[in-house]
C-alpha cells in the first residue's frame, strides 16, 4: 500500500499590526482581547476602506520563502478569493492565488527531500463563536482576528508516512521560530489541512482532505486515523469518497464536512485596491543578508564547535531555547559534557515535568556549577541527575542543593585510614609479606567498607602496597 500526503499549512505571524490594515496584531498580545476592540472600518468590511500591505508581512514572507529554498517572485500580487460566509464581512479573503511569493522551494526532513510547492501571503477571516453550542441561540462574530497576518505553505504530496508529515511540521515551525516571525510560547496558531490518498495495487483511492489540524502534535494521530479508515474501506471492496473531512482532536478521529469543491468556485480576481509591491534589487538582497544561522546550520556548527556527536545536537536543537541554552553554558564547561547532560537528563527531566526550559527558571550558570562538579569527581552521575531533577521541580541553585541534600562525594584522608588498618590488621600483614597475595585483597576491602564505597579500589590498592613495601 502507498500513501501519498501533501500538506497546506498556516502559519499566523506575529507582525506588530494587521495584514492589510494598521490594527494591533492579536496573534501577539499575551490576552485574548475583549471582542471586536481591535477593528478598523477596513477589517470590518465597510464601503471605502482601502488595504495597504503590511510590510513586516511582505518581509516574513520573503524570509521564509528564502529559508524554505524557493524561488521569489519579482512582484507580489494580491487576489481576492470570493465566498460569503459571516466570518469575513468583505464576502471576500485577500491572498495570493497566481503568482504565490515563493514557490519551487524544498524542506529536507530526515534525509529526504520535500518539495515545497509554494509560500503565500493572506489574511486569517474573523472569528464565529456559536452561543450554546452549534445548534444553539445563534452567532456572534469577532473581527478581532480579521485580517491577522498569515503565510500558507503548500507541499507537494511527497510525505509517504504521518510521521514524515510530523518531522516536517516540526523543522518548519522550528524554522519560523529561527526567523523571528512565530514562537510557540505565543498565542500564535499554526493549522495545517493534510490530503492524503492511499494506492493499493492498480486501484487507488480518491484524495481526501483532512482540515484544522492545529499544531505539530495533531497531525500524526488525524493521518494515522485516516490511513485505517481509508484502508479497511478498500479492503472490504469499497472506495474512498471524495471529500473533505474535519479531524476532532478530543474523537480522535475524522468527521465529513462536505464534498469536495473545486477551485472555480472561488471567482478569484485580481485586487484592485492594492498597488504591485516590487519585490527585487538591493531590498532582496538586504533580507538575504539578514537571515539568522538557521537549524541545519546550526546542526553542522554543533557537530564541529562544539565535537557533539549527531544524536546529542539533534536532541538539543529540536528546541531553540535549549539550544541557546546549550550555547551558554558549553562556552564555560566541557562542550561535550554540557551536551549530555543539556541533551540527557535535564530534556528528560523537563519533558517528565511537561515545562519549557524558559518557564523552568533554571540557569545556565546553574548548569556550569553542576558540570564543574562533575569534572572534578565531586558529584557522582546518580547524585547529579538529582540535584537537576530539584533544579527543575524548586528552581534551587545546585549549591544549595548539594549541600541541602548532601549530594557531594564524601573526601577521606585515605592515608590515615589505611595505616589504622594497617595498625589492627598485622597478621594480614604479616601474610602477605610471607607470600600470600590474597591478604591484600583482605584489606583492601577493608579500606573500602571503610570509606563507604566513596574511593577507588585501584587508588586503595597503589597506596596499601606503598605503606606495606616502604615501611
Ligand atoms: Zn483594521
Redesign the pocket.
Known sequence: MKVRIGLETHVQLLTGS?A????RNSAGLKKEPEPNT???????GLPGSMPRVNEKLLGAGVKVGMALNCGIAEEAVFSRKSYFYPDQSRNYQITQHEAPLGGNGFLEVDGKRIRIRRVHMEEDPGRLVHVGGLRGEGVLVDYNR??TPLLEIVTEPDFSSPKEARLYLQKLVLILEYLGVYRADSRAIVKSDANISLQTGPKGGSRVEVKNITGTKEIEGALGYEIVRQSSLLKSGGSVKKETRAWNPELKTTESLRGKEEEEEYGYITEPDLTVVEVRGDALKKIKKSLPELPDQRFRRFLKEYGLSGKVAEAILSDKGLADFFEDVAGKANPRLAGNWVAGYLKKTLNYNEIGLEESGVRPEWMVYLLGLLKGKTITDRNAELAVRKMVEKQEHPKRIVKKHRLLVKRFDIELVLRGILKKEKKAVEDYRSGESKALNFLVGLAIKETGGSADAREIRKALLRLITHR
Open positions: 494587521k492589510f490594515c494598521g490594527c481591535l477593528t478598523c472600518p477596513l477589517c470590518l480579521s485580517g
